[in-house]
């Protein structure tokens, strides 16, 4: 779909996210620094949008790990 005013697009956005039921990390982080790294990934310091919290969310490269199973 195109449509040239911005509001228009991220309504239509959100209303498809919630028929399909998307959902991604940012919609439930924010993340700040990385405070440390691996072979696999890499781990992010985070805020819990629901909770308040202050959490360390994990991230993994999916292609890395598949790729050292074969």
Known sequence: MYHKEHDVI???IKHLREVLKYQNLFDFYNLGETIGKGHFGQVKEGFDLKSKEKV??????????????N
């Open 56 to 69: 360390a969310n994990k991230i993994l490269n999916k292609a890395k790990i598949l790729n050292e199973s």
């Open 10 to 12: 991220k309504a239509w």
